[in-house]
């Protein structure tokens, strides 16, 4: 475990200890003898109140903990290190490391090999230049700007990414052959258009997409090895063909297959996957990117929406232990509380997580979905506070993003108002696979009231992508012997344990001991079982389905294994 804090008197350097941190484990991960916790992962462990090592060792399956502290005086850098056992906290080494900050580099590469040696003792040839192998670019001026680039990015605030974005342009003026910092001026822009974030308020969506599109192809026509502009480009062309998302499933598998400990193109292809329908694709994709970095929050909350509550509610407090002010993951955990019924925890994480200090251009998303849970927990007339209050501010004409047209058009559902929601809805744009997808899936049961309106059949048919396969009919599957001999039998995978078994003349699905119903078929190789919304059964194993199949809880597909 390794982290370094920020001793400087300006808190605006804390991008510089973050930066450290993050390039020596990227640095020491060179050395195969040695695995290093990522920076999300030890974060938690960061400022007052910090455990005894023991502890920590136990916690993270650490043996040793190195701790440092980053000051800059004037122009100069002094960096303190210490490397203890975690198993006694007795210290093993410890130096101080000075030089000008345009030496970082330097300082990185001394840093690195002496945390190497003091872990594994004396490093080979090959290692020791290994450690200082990992560069993004050779000028000084132009990391420091990319070093704030990634600050900005990983606040996931709108005033962080605009930041990011800003400090990533500088960083690829000053040295024209860094085509990452020009792969993540695309992938700012393309969170931006994302969570509908424009700080400054000046720069419509077309433009925001014009201008991230130009990055990430610059960059690629610079280096089309480079992961991170693929990453820029599938992320964006989302935004360019909302409707049949052409090319961004390709980008994304482009990304990580040029970076396969690229976390954050991993994560961006589990979003994808599931808007698509593809929740197993998703899960995949979110487990390959928490294997690359444990404690990464956005990742943890996106995947907790795929799980039951009780896993969900530890996930979600595991994105909040690395990043107590990840107030997005408050709201869910806030959710999650209130479907396990502890109605208290979820009105102490409404109150926390309210929007009373984000920047304006955040306020209107935030607060819609506040008003939503607000109104799940009973607090109608609270809640109708916060939704009219959202909505006063609104144009009256003109779309609206999805982030802040649905939470608001649930609310009015929730009292009632369909004429309300319908106008709200109408107003979403663009129509497409995002749209489709809130639509339809989980939170499908929520549009009962207007499910038969006109308005939103309309609304859903232009947002449905054109390769979406027609529903085929539903009937009975026979149990003869071949289906039995097929299918009985005993699965697993993310929900627990799922049981085929033979009752009279149908074969019954159960699912942790709860029976889901018949086994139906619905034509090529898909199953249904109806429960809740549906639980669906597909067939992985071509005609005949004999190794296993997929289970979807509303609209989650999920691997299942046979295991007897």
């Known amino acids: 475990m390794l982290y370094f804090d920020n001793a400087s008197p300006d808190s605006t350097d804390d991008y510089l200890a973050e930066g450290l941190t993050e390039a020596i484990i990227a640095q020491l991960g060179q050395v195969g003898r040695i695995s290093v916790k990522s920076r999300s992962a030890v974060r938690r462990f960061r400022g007052a109140n910090v455990p005894d090592p023991p502890v920590i060792?136990?916690?993270?399956?650490?043996?040793?903990?190195?701790?440092?502290?980053?000051?800059?005086?004037?122009?100069?850098?002094?960096?303190?290190?210490?490397?203890?056992?975690?198993?006694?906290?007795?210290?093993?080494?410890?130096?101080?490391?000075?030089?000008?900050?345009?030496?970082?580099?330097?300082?990185?590469?001394?840093?690195?090999?002496?945390?190497?040696?003091?872990?594994?003792g004396r490093l080979l040839p090959?290692?020791?230049?290994?450690?200082?192998?990992?560069?993004?670019?050779?000028?000084?001026?132009?990391?420091?700007?990319?070093?704030?680039?990634?600050?900005?990015?990983?606040?996931?605030?709108?005033?962080?990414?605009?930041?990011?974005?800003?400090?990533?342009?500088?960083?690829?003026?000053l040295d024209s052959g860094f085509v990452s910092a020009l792969a993540r001026v695309g992938l700012a822009y393309a969170l931006r258009l994302d969570w509908d974030w424009d700080a400054t308020g000046a720069s419509p969506a077309d433009s925001l997409l014009d201008r991230g599109m130009a990055a990430a192809d610059e960059a690629l026509r610079r280096d089309p090895s480079n992961s991170d502009a693929w990453l820029a480009r599938g992320y964006l062309l989302e935004f360019r063909h909302p409707r049949t998302w052409d090319g961004v499933m390709a980008a994304f598998a482009r990304a990580v297959a040029l970076d396969p400990q690229n976390a954050e193109a991993w994560h961006q292809m589990g979003d994808a996957a599931t808007d698509m329908g593809d929740d197993s694709t998703a899960i995949t994709a979110w487990r390959r990117a928490l294997?690359?970095?444990?404690?990464r929050p956005i990742t943890l909350r996106a995947y907790a929406q795929m799980v039951v509550p009780a896993e969900a509610r530890s996930l979600l407090d595991s994105a909040l232990a690395v990043d107590p002010g990840f107030q997005l993951a408050r709201l869910s955990r806030a959710d999650t509380r209130l479907?396990?019924?502890?109605?208290?925890?979820?009105?102490?994480?409404?109150?926390?997580?309210?929007?009373?200090?984000?920047a304006a251009d955040m306020w209107p998303s935030w607060t819609a979905w506040h008003a939503l849970s607000l109104g799940s927990l009973g607090d109608t007339a609270a809640a109708r506070v916060e939704a009219d209050s959202v909505r006063a501010r609104l144009p009256r004409a003109g779309g609206l993003s999805w982030r802040v047209g649905l939470p608001l058009a649930l609310h009015y559902l929730q009292l009632g108002d369909t004429a309300t929601a319908l106008d709200l809805l109408e107003?979403?744009?663009?129509?497409?696979?995002?749209?489709?997808?809130?639509?339809?899936?989980?939170?499908?049961?929520?549009?009962?009231?207007?499910?038969?309106?006109?308005?939103?059949?309309?609304?859903?048919?232009?947002?449905?992508?054109?390769?979406?396969?027609?529903?085929?009919?539903?009937?009975?599957?026979?149990?003869?012997?071949?289906?039995?001999?097929?299918?009985?039998?005993?699965?697993?995978?993310?929900y627990g344990r799922a049981h085929i078994y033979a009752?009279?003349?149908?074969?019954?699905?159960?699912?942790?001991?709860?029976?889901?119903?018949?086994?139906?078929?619905?034509?090529?190789?898909?199953?249904?079982?109806?429960w809740d919304h549906g639980t669906r059964i597909v067939s992985s194993a071509g005609d005949v389905p004999v190794e296993g199949f997929t289970v979807s809880r509303r609209k989650r597909v999920l691997m299942y294994r046979r295991v007897q």
Request: charged letters at 20%; a neutral charge; proline letters at 3%.
């Open 57 to 120: 060792g136990r916690t993270l399956g650490v043996a040793y903990l190195v701790t440092g502290s980053v000051q800059r005086a004037d122009r100069a850098l002094r960096i303190t290190i210490e490397l203890a056992h975690t198993a006694t906290g007795t210290r093993v080494w410890g130096d101080q490391f000075v030089g000008a900050d345009d030496s970082l580099f330097a300082l990185e590469d001394n840093i690195a090999r002496r945390v190497a040696e003091g872990v594994a």
């Open 126 to 173: 090959t290692e020791r230049r290994a450690v200082a192998a990992v560069r993004v670019t050779r000028n000084p001026q132009a990391y420091e700007h990319f070093l704030r680039g990634n600050y900005g990015l990983a606040q996931r605030t709108s005033t962080g990414m605009a930041r990011a974005t800003a400090e990533y342009r500088q960083a690829a003026a």
């Open 291 to 295: 294997a690359i970095d444990p404690g």
């Open 339 to 358: 479907a396990q019924g502890d109605t208290s925890g979820a009105r102490h994480d409404l109150q926390a997580s309210r929007c009373e200090a984000c």
């Open 427 to 494: 107003r979403i744009s663009p129509r497409g696979v995002k749209l489709w997808s809130l639509c339809t899936g989980d939170l499908s049961s929520e549009f009962y009231p207007v499910a038969s309106s006109r308005r939103f059949r309309e609304m859903v048919s232009d947002a449905t992508p054109p390769w979406l396969p027609t529903q085929a009919e539903v009937f009975d599957l026979p149990t003869s012997a071949t289906m039995r001999t097929l299918w009985v039998g005993t699965y697993t995978g993310l």
């Open 503 to 530: 009752r009279q003349d149908r074969l019954i699905v159960a699912l942790e001991g709860q029976e889901l119903g018949g086994l139906l078929y619905q034509g090529g190789n898909t199953f249904v079982a109806s």
